[in-house]
């Protein structure tokens, strides 16, 4: 019999490649939406498709991380060897607009799950593991360049408190009732299914789009900003690694390089022959109360321990990103008869 593993964040970008990953390795692969009044699904009907009857690939339940009743429910219904907490309001800039909001679910919603993992642990008797998806947010205004396991935390952000917030208890959960709960501390990571609200992906998507003339600017905000930019299909392997360790423990995932805006700009729009000096412009909107300076991790430890490593680079990243974009652009051409 294989594991079962249950995603929170299934229809997100790290929850896709997740279960892609899982898939191929065998699990029965179950995954937590929250009901939307349209599909947010796109990242993972490939997965659901099956033409052989009783042989789903990914089986979806509703839930939310603001409801702690439908968590259990869900834990009881699924019964899974592996937990994996990747839903969050995961965007720093909207986490300003809505703080209380964000700490729910991206805090207190992790004490809902953890709750419900401890609980079902002691009544069945079971050793139910769980990942935390952390952040590199929770460094914030950094004490040392590069940031480890050990380096303190300095959140600048209401999503950086709550990532803080539910970073401590994951980790007192493992302290306090022997839990297997592991927090990946995972700097950014990317891919052409990011979010089109993150800078990477609003850079890419905006330059194709340019390109084929389906837009004239781009506005963004602070173009000093420096993030260790990796790409997520790697990052979510490293997430099953720390799960498959035999004591649990908490790991930074990053490539140990930083980059600015200014020079993922560069990259993209030189791939495409524009001038992004040109077509760029900064609107304050996009700027952020604090900001995060600069980010860069050494994931010495996850190397040696897990063994794990980045394959795809920078530059190798913005290529994907810019090309998966120019072809979505193109699409768009044709489909409006262009
Ligand atoms: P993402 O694309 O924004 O996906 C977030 C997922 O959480 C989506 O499936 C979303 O559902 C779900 N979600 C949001 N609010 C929810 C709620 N109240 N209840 C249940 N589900 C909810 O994020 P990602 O980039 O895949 O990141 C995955 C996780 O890693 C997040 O926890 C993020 O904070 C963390 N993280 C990300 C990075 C990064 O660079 N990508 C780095 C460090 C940590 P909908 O599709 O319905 O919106
Ligand atoms: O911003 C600057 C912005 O929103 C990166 C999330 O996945 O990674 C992500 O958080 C930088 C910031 O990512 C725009 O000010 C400039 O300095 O792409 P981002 P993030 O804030 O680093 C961490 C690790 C997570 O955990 C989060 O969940 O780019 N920037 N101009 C801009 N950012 C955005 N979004 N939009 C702009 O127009």
Not at 296 to 311: E, F, I, Q, V
Request: charged content about 25%; proline content about 4%; hydrophobic content about 40%.
């Amino acid at each position: 019999m294989g594991k079962v593993a249950l995603i929170t964040g299934v229809t997100g970008q790290d929850g896709s490649y997740l279960a892609e990953l899982l898939i191929s390795k065998g699990y029965a692969v179950h995954g937590m939406v929250r009901r939307s009044s349209s599909f947010a699904t796109g990242r993972i009907d490939h997965m659901r498709r099956s033409f052989e009857p009783g042989k789903q690939r990914l089986e979806l339940h509703y839930g939310d991380m603001g409801d702690a009743t439908g968590l259990r429910g869900i834990i009881e219904k699924v019964q899974p060897d592996e937990v994996y907490n990747l839903a969050a309001q995961s965007h720093v800039r909207i986490s300003f607009d809505q703080p209380e909001y964000t700490a729910d679910v991206v805090g207190l919603g992790v004490l809902r799950l953890l709750e419900a993992i401890r609980d079902y642990n002691q009544r069945h008797n079971r050793a139910i593991r769980f990942y935390q998806a952390g952040s590199s947010e929770m460094f914030g205004k950094v004490a040392e360049v590069p940031q480890r396991e050990t380096t303190p935390f300095h959140p600048r952000s209401p999503y950086a408190c709550a990532k803080a917030y539910a970073h401590w208890q994951t980790v007192n959960y493992r302290e306090a009732y022997g839990l297997f709960a592991v927090n990946g501390i995972l700097f950014n990571h990317e891919s052409p299914r990011r979010g089109e609200n993150f800078v990477t992906r609003k850079i890419t998507r905006s330059a194709a789009r340019i390109k084929v003339g389906l837009q004239q600017k781009l506005m963004l905000g602070n173009l000093d900003a420096k993030r260790d930019w990796g790409f997520a299909g790697d990052y979510v392997e490293a997430m099953w690694m720390m799960m498959q360790q035999p004591e649990p423990g908490d790991y930074v995932i990053a490539t140990g390089e930083t980059h600015s805006v200014r020079e993922f700009l560069d990259l993209a729009f030189d791939r495409l022959k524009l001038d992004w000096r040109e077509l760029v412009g900064v609107d304050p909107r996009y700027m952020r109360p604090s900001e995060v300076d600069i980010l860069c991790g050494d994931s010495s430890k996850a190397r040696s321990l897990l063994g794990w490593k980045p394959r795809v680079s920078f530059e190798e990243l913005v290529a994907m990103m810019v090309d998966a974009d120019l072809e979505l652009a193109q699409m768009e051409l044709r489909s409006r008869g262009l």
